[in-house]
């Protein structure tokens, strides 16, 4: 059997490990294009408010920016630990496409075995019809035999009984 799946509803068939593939390069590739969108983004506005802020206010706000630079440091961590979450959710996929792929291959070799089963179950059948016809036609040529020796026989003992009738006769 394939590694195909037919729809129910609109009866397309698709081949589980390309959709399951597909899927999961397309969502690791979306991930990094955005995660790393978001990351340069962040970047380039921080830097850019940053080095207004410092024209701006100059040293006496320096205090005030480093401190907002901490929080962003902390959203930064934030960011990254979220990134370790999605890529853990992505290993998972991955995983449980692994699960999906055995339990496919399982359910083929339970339907190998399903029709192995009905393939022996129908030549065990065949051969015991054949068989039985067999003895059959055995049974009858028998039977045919068994009359033509009684025929044999019922001519042999006429023969014989004649045989006898003219050796009287004759004596």
Same mark, same amino acid.
């Given at each position: 059997?394939?590694?195909?799946?037919?729809?129910?509803?609109?009866?397309?068939?698709?081949?589980?490990?390309?959709?399951?593939?597909?899927?999961?390069?397309? =969502?690791?590739?979306?991930?990094?294009?955005?995660?790393?969108?978001?990351?340069?983004? =962040?970047?380039?506005?921080?830097?850019?408010?940053?080095?207004?802020?410092?024209?701006?206010?100059?040293?006496?706000?320096?205090?005030?920016?480093?401190?907002?630079?901490?929080?962003?440091? %902390?959203?930064?961590?934030?960011? @990254?630990?979220?990134?370790?979450?999605?890529?853990?959710?992505?290993?998972?996929?991955? @995983?449980?496409?692994?699960?999906?792929?055995?339990?496919?291959?399982?359910?083929?070799?339970?339907?190998? @075995?399903?029709?192995? %089963?009905?393939?022996? +179950?129908?030549?065990?059948?065949?051969?015991?019809?054949?068989?039985?016809? %067999?003895?059959?036609?055995?049974?009858?040529?028998?039977?045919?035999?068994?009359?033509?020796? +009684?025929?044999?026989?019922?001519?042999?003992?006429?023969?014989?009984?004649?045989?006898?009738?003219?050796?009287?006769?004759?004596?």
């Amino acid at each position: 059997m394939s590694n195909q799946i037919t729809c129910p509803h609109c009866q397309n068939s698709f081949n589980l490990s390309e959709i399951a593939n597909h899927e999961r390069e397309e =969502w690791q590739k979306s991930f990094e294009v955005a995660a790393n969108e978001k990351v340069k983004a =962040w970047q380039e506005k921080k830097e850019q408010e940053l080095k207004t802020q410092f024209a701006n206010e100059g040293n006496k706000t320096a205090k005030a920016l480093e401190d907002k630079l901490i929080t962003e440091q %902390k959203k930064r961590e934030e960011a @990254e630990k979220n990134e370790m979450e999605l890529r853990k959710k992505s290993d998972e996929l991955i @995983e449980r496409e692994k699960n999906i792929e055995l339990e496919k291959q399982r359910a083929v070799d339970a339907e190998k @075995e399903k029709i192995k %089963k009905s393939f022996e +179950d129908n030549e065990k059948v065949s051969r015991e019809k054949f068989l039985a016809e %067999k003895d059959e036609e055995h049974r009858r040529k028998e039977m045919e035999y068994q009359k033509q020796l +009684d025929q044999m026989k019922k001519t042999l003992d006429d023969a014989k009984r004649k045989a006898d009738q003219g050796s009287m006769q004759i004596q």
